[in-house]
């Protein structure tokens, strides 16, 4: 069993971590593109290939967009006669697009948008759906919907609902579990941990990580976990709201705890990381499981304290002594504990409801670095904390209270010129902050000074520099995973590179001046 720690001290701890937001500073400016109600609920925000803002509107059931410069918001499609939404947790989730969109927004090849969200066919639903993007009119065409995959059961709270397109082309996407074994969810069972039995069932996707081909259908390199190849990426998942791809090819993810332990992972095939049995770290620290729903005529009486659990709570470490696969997470949000919080309310405990999660890779913010920005709920803050070299963990561990407000933070979007983010709220506002203090600049170059055409490309790319650029650098180009495909010294101006060996999919391209990375762009390999 685990100790108790009174709400008071608690409350004392969180008080005394509180920081000055960066954003209050003189190097930052804070403006609202657009004010509470504005939007209706919206859920997921993008900088879109159009360069506009892309909005979901989980209960307006709209896509809109907004300009980064502000004004009105503009009606991209409307899904009110298709998304059910009746709760907290459900309507029009998230979304992606194709990377041949971004690459030309006037394409007419793969000029796709993905969107997730939630019907109604004899209870809730999951469906993916595929529309077309008209650069002539700037928005989807309502008749181009493909249904990718549905039929998956949803729920009205701890959906997760999250996609995102990785550099390997196929769809990422996060299901909670449903938030059972809690309230009045108390009877129900957490499935995280069961897999399916065969490719075609779809039951227990509860507490999953997906990974589909761009047809809905199972990618045949997907793990083979129990015996069978589905669409389970990962498991052991309790609310996975947040979700981004660096450029190194890694996926990370934010993950709400319950009492303790919100979770920043590195998302990685065939891993089980942990819910229910585990809670962050395999540290015995402020978590044991009770099973409520294994106890029927006691379920009704739930109570969120492990000494009053029916029967033996299930220690930490006696799960991960049979989970050979386990995956820690690589941070907590400073919300472990050593012991198990208290309260009648969440906002005595030291979990922050992480909303979301995006990668800062722009170069110009001084001491940022590749940092990760997490948007929350429950403290009304985003966080910044910053990766080391290889992105497989935090650089420190510690969490920059980035801004703050009594909003609670949805999403964030991080603009292409390196020094502007944008949020949205559950209050339906739109936020710009801008860093307006001295830029990072590389005297050498700037982005734009080098150019790698043609893009998408087949079987050759070209580097060409800058007319006044005359140094050499050297190339490095990684894969999907991270795994160096090809390196490269000393290039020159207009170097071209043989490219024909490389599969189809999306190549990371970096640039070095001796052992200084100076830049990383994306390919994508197509024939």
Same mark, same amino acid.
């Given at each position: 069993?685990?100790?108790?720690? @009174?709400?008071?001290?608690?409350? @004392?701890?969180?008080?005394?971590?509180?920081?000055?937001?960066?954003?209050?500073?003189?190097?930052?400016?804070?403006?609202?593109?657009?004010?509470?109600?504005?939007?209706?609920?919206?859920?997921?925000?993008?900088?879109?290939?159009?360069?506009?803002?892309?909005?979901?509107?989980?209960?307006?059931? $709209?896509? &809109?967009?907004?300009?980064?410069?502000?004004?009105?918001?503009?009606?991209?499609?409307?899904?009110?006669?298709?998304?059910?939404?009746?709760?907290?947790?459900?309507?029009?989730?998230?979304?992606?697009?194709?990377?041949? @969109?971004?690459?030309?927004?006037?394409?007419?090849?793969? %000029?796709?948008?993905?969107?997730?969200? /939630?019907?109604?066919?004899?209870?809730?639903?999951?469906?993916?759906?595929?529309?077309?993007?008209?650069?002539? /009119?700037?928005?989807?065409?309502?008749?181009?919907?493909?249904?990718?995959?549905?039929?998956?059961?949803?729920?009205?709270?701890?959906?997760?609902?999250?996609?995102?397109?990785? !550099?390997?082309?196929?769809?990422?996407?996060?299901?909670?579990?449903?938030?059972?074994?809690?309230?009045?969810?108390?009877?129900?069972?957490?499935?995280?941990?069961?897999?399916?039995?065969?490719?075609?069932?779809?039951?227990?996707?509860?507490? $999953?990580?997906?990974?589909?081909?761009?047809?809905?259908?199972?990618?045949?390199?997907? =793990?083979?976990?129990?015996?069978?190849?589905?669409?389970?990426?990962?498991?052991?998942?309790?609310?996975?709201?947040?979700?981004?791809?660096?450029?190194?090819?890694? @996926?990370?993810?934010?993950?709400?705890?319950?009492?303790?332990?919100?979770?920043?992972?590195?998302?990685?095939?065939?891993?089980?990381?942990?819910?229910?049995?585990?809670?962050?770290? %395999?540290?015995?620290?402020?978590?044991?499981?009770?099973?409520?729903?294994?106890? !029927?005529?006691?379920?009704?009486?739930?109570?969120?304290?492990?000494?009053?659990?029916?029967?033996?709570?299930?220690?930490? +470490?006696?799960?991960?002594?049979?989970?050979?696969?386990?995956?820690?997470?690589?941070?907590?949000?400073?919300?472990?504990?050593?012991?198990? !919080?208290?309260?009648? /309310?969440?906002?005595?405990?030291?979990?922050?409801? !992480?909303?979301?999660?995006?990668?800062?890779?722009?170069?110009?913010?001084?001491?940022?670095?590749?940092?990760?920005?997490?948007?929350?709920?429950?403290?009304?803050?985003?966080?910044?904390?910053?990766?080391?070299?290889?992105?497989?963990?935090?650089?420190?561990? /510690?969490?920059?209270?980035?801004?703050?407000?009594?909003?609670?933070?949805?999403? &964030?979007?991080?603009?292409?010129?390196?020094?502007?983010?944008?949020?949205?709220?559950?209050?339906?506002?739109?936020?710009?902050?801008?860093?307006?203090?001295?830029?990072?600049?590389? +005297? $050498?170059?700037?982005?734009?000074?080098?150019?790698?055409?043609?893009? =998408?490309?087949?079987?050759?790319?070209?580097?060409?520099?800058?007319?006044?650029?005359?140094?050499?650098?050297?190339?490095?180009?990684?894969?999907?995973?991270?795994?160096?495909?090809?390196?490269?010294?000393?290039?020159?101006?207009?170097?071209?590179?043989?490219?024909?060996?490389?599969?189809?999919?999306?190549?990371?391209?970096?640039?070095?001046?001796?052992?200084?990375?100076?830049?990383?762009?994306?390919?994508?390999?197509?024939?």
């Amino acid at each position: 069993m685990k100790n108790i720690i @009174l709400p008071i001290v608690l409350f @004392l701890v969180n008080i005394g971590m509180s920081q000055t937001p960066i954003t209050s500073g003189t190097d930052w400016t804070v403006t609202n593109l657009a004010n509470n109600d504005a939007l209706l609920k919206p859920n997921t925000i993008l900088y879109g290939p159009d360069g506009y803002l892309w909005i979901t509107e989980r209960v307006g059931k $709209k896509l &809109v967009k907004i300009s980064p410069s502000g004004g009105a918001k503009i009606e991209m499609l409307d899904l009110s006669g298709l998304v059910y939404q009746s709760s907290g947790q459900d309507g029009l989730l998230g979304m992606t697009v194709h990377p041949d @969109l971004y690459a030309d927004v006037n394409t007419t090849t793969n %000029n796709y948008l993905y969107l997730l969200y /939630t019907y109604n066919s004899s209870g809730a639903k999951f469906r993916i759906a595929r529309y077309t993007y008209n650069a002539a /009119t700037g928005k989807l065409d309502s008749g181009s919907a493909t249904t990718i995959i549905d039929g998956i059961e949803a729920s009205n709270d701890h959906n997760s609902g999250k996609i995102v397109m990785g !550099p390997d082309l196929k769809l990422y996407w996060t299901i909670g579990e449903f938030a059972n074994n809690r309230g009045s969810k108390a009877c129900f069972e957490i499935r995280a941990q069961y897999l399916p039995t065969s490719p075609s069932d779809y039951s227990d996707y509860k507490g $999953k990580m997906l990974r589909l081909n761009l047809d809905g259908s199972i990618p045949s390199d997907n =793990p083979i976990l129990n015996g069978v190849i589905s669409h389970v990426f990962s498991y052991g998942h309790r609310n996975a709201q947040g979700l981004v791809f660096g450029s190194n090819g890694k @996926l990370y993810s934010s993950e709400h705890g319950d009492k303790t332990d919100d979770e920043i992972n590195i998302i990685e095939s065939g891993k089980n990381y942990g819910w229910p049995l585990i809670a962050g770290y %395999n540290d015995d620290s402020g978590y044991a499981y009770c099973n409520w729903s294994s106890y !029927p005529a006691s379920c009704g009486s739930y109570s969120n304290l492990i000494d009053n659990c029916p029967g033996p709570a299930i220690e930490e +470490s006696t799960s991960a002594a049979s989970m050979p696969n386990f995956m820690p997470p690589i941070g907590t949000l400073d919300s472990t504990l050593a012991t198990e !919080p208290t309260g009648g /309310t969440s906002s005595t405990w030291p979990t922050v409801a !992480p909303a979301s999660i995006d990668i800062y890779e722009g170069g110009k913010i001084p001491d940022w670095g590749v940092s990760l920005l997490v948007p929350t709920l429950k403290a009304g803050k985003i966080f910044r904390t910053k990766l080391n070299a290889d992105g497989t963990a935090l650089e420190d561990g /510690t969490y920059e209270e980035f801004h703050s407000s009594s909003d609670r933070f949805r999403d &964030v979007a991080i603009d292409p010129d390196g020094i502007t983010i944008y949020t949205i709220t559950d209050a339906g506002a739109l936020v710009k902050l801008q860093f307006v203090g001295t830029p990072l600049s590389h +005297s $050498k170059f700037e982005t734009n000074t080098i150019s790698i055409i043609p893009n =998408p490309a087949s079987n050759e790319i070209r580097l060409s520099f800058n007319a006044n650029f005359k140094d050499t650098l050297d190339v490095v180009i990684v894969d999907a995973y991270g795994r160096k495909i090809k390196e490269i010294q000393k290039i020159t101006n207009n170097y071209s590179v043989d490219t024909s060996k490389f599969s189809n999919g999306i190549y990371f391209v970096s640039l070095l001046d001796g052992d200084k990375k100076m830049m990383t762009k994306k390919i994508i390999i197509q024939r």
